[in-house]
């Protein structure tokens, strides 16, 4: 992610550019008549509550870089919380399914102009955008397995996750999936301040990159250290 490179004399980046948001004269369908606060919408709920319980989940994976004791520990407690399923489905699974479902919508009407605009931010926009649809594959993927598949009835182990991303390829769609998921809320976080209005100047946005740029690097390499360490650790 690099910071914003525009026109000599162009002024700041408008929510319609950094966000996807494309205006219509005359919107037909109810969508496209709400999509003002459908997208404020998709936008807060990308950082709050997504974002949170993203930085979260890394933060508790993090216990496999102490020992495989510690990980099993925070396992069976993450498993083990009071009124888990109302959290799952309230706090995680609703707003995920919205905030992919209005992403995908968007995906699908965008224009990526990165051939009639070169500048950086219309391709951070195109890389926001499949590195989206990456996390639906990669999430589904990840929810299935290792919520409600071998693993319905009980937290998968340290050394269940060892077997798990000993596996070359599954070791390499993580990789792409924890790369994706920290791209896209660091510039996801950039857009939200954006969307409401907290950084409207061209020096606000510049340092506003920057930031979110240090939180996306800085989860990836939290997120592929822990999956590194977990696929060559030598329990069995």
């Known amino acids: ?7 000599a004399g162009s002024v700041a980046v408008p929510a319609e550019i950094a966000t996807g948001s494309s205006a219509q004269t005359a919107p037909r369908t ?3 008549r709400n999509h003002f606060w459908l997208r404020r919408l998709h936008s807060l709920t990308g950082i709050v509550p997504i974002g949170g319980f993203i930085i979260y989940h890394f933060w508790e994976n993090a216990t496999a870089l102490l020992n495989p004791a510690a990980y099993d520990e925070m396992a ?12 799952e489905i309230g706090l995680i699974f609703l707003p995920l399914l919205y905030h992919a479902l209005y992403g995908l ?21 195109m890389w926001q955008r499949i590195s989206g649809i990456i996390l639906v594959l990669f999430i589904t993927y990840h929810v299935l397995v290792l919520r409600f598949g ?4 009980r937290p998968a182990t340290f050394a269940d996750m060892v077997g798990h991303l000993r596996n070359p390829f599954i070791f390499a ?6 790369l994706s998921v920290s791209y896209h809320l660091g510039n996801g976080l950039w857009a939200f301040l954006i969307t409401w209005g907290v950084t409207v100047g061209k020096r606000a946005q510049r340092i506003s990159q920057w930031v979110t740029t240090a939180v996306a690097v800085a ?14 650790s030598s329990v069995q």
């Open 76 to 87: 069976g407690h993450a498993r083990n919380l009071q009124l888990l399923i109302f959290i």
């Open 30 to 32: 109810w969508i496209e």
């Open 1 to 7: 992610m690099a910071t914003v490179q525009q026109p």
């Open 150 to 153: 071998a693993f319905a009835d």
């Open 105 to 125: 919508f968007i995906a699908s009407y965008s224009r990526y102009n990165t051939t009639n605009y070169s500048y950086t931010r219309n391709r951070l926009f």
């Open 173 to 178: 769609f993580y990789v792409a999936g924890i």
């Open 219 to 232: 989860l990836g390499l939290v997120g592929v250290s822990i999956i590194t360490a977990i696929a060559l």
